[in-house]
């Protein structure tokens, strides 16, 4: 089994958004802390995390970019329980048992992103259409010829988009919609 863990490749979290997540959180898409607000009325920060943030669930705060990290299932479980205890803490959630629920959702959702291997970094891009929220997912790969590692994000690091079905690389595709509303 694979699960997302947030990665700082270089400081820049720390000016991007209010709250930069700790490297080596576990990390969920985080989409669900803006369900009640109006995107067209994020500015600044809270802006920059709505289009480009995933959430660490310890930290409860952002990161620009996830790694594919090995887990195991107690550690599926662990994640599950303790965004389900943040989702009670700081979204009103009645008790745990109504908040797991929703937690399951969030942890399958990251772990259908996880199909790449170990190593592997993931950024997300939400943006507004139709009045529907969308997420887009790509992955970062290294340069051919590149040493391994991430630590010179700019030095060695390429983009390829997800660009549906037929663009090679379907990220969100793994799950049963190509775009998660």
């Known amino acids: 089994m694979k699960l997302l863990r947030t990665i700082a490749l270089d400081p820049s979290d720390t000016f991007v958004f209010d709250k930069a997540a700790e490297p080596g959180d576990w990390a969920v898409s985080g989409a669900f802390r803006f369900y009640d607000r109006d995107p067209a009325g994020l500015v600044g920060k809270e802006k920059a995390a709505f289009r480009g943030g995933f959430l660490g669930v310890q930290s409860w705060a952002w990161s620009t970019l996830v790694q594919i990290v090995p887990a195991s299932e107690d550690d599926r479980r662990n994640l599950v329980e303790l965004l389900a205890a943040q989702l009670v803490k700081h979204f009103g959630a009645p008790d745990l048992a109504a908040a797991r629920v929703a937690a399951e959702e969030e942890v399958a959702f990251a772990a259908s992103l996880c199909t790449h291997p170990v190593s592997t970094l993931i950024a997300v891009h939400r943006s507004v ?46 799950s049963s919609e190509p775009r998660r509303p």
């Open 129 to 174: 259409t139709d009045g529907d929220v969308r997420e887009s997912f790509r992955k970062l790969q290294l340069r051919e010829g590149a040493a391994h590692g991430h630590s010179r994000a700019f030095s060695f690091m390429e983009v390829e988009d997800d660009a549906g079905p037929e663009g090679g690389l379907d990220l969100a595709g793994l």
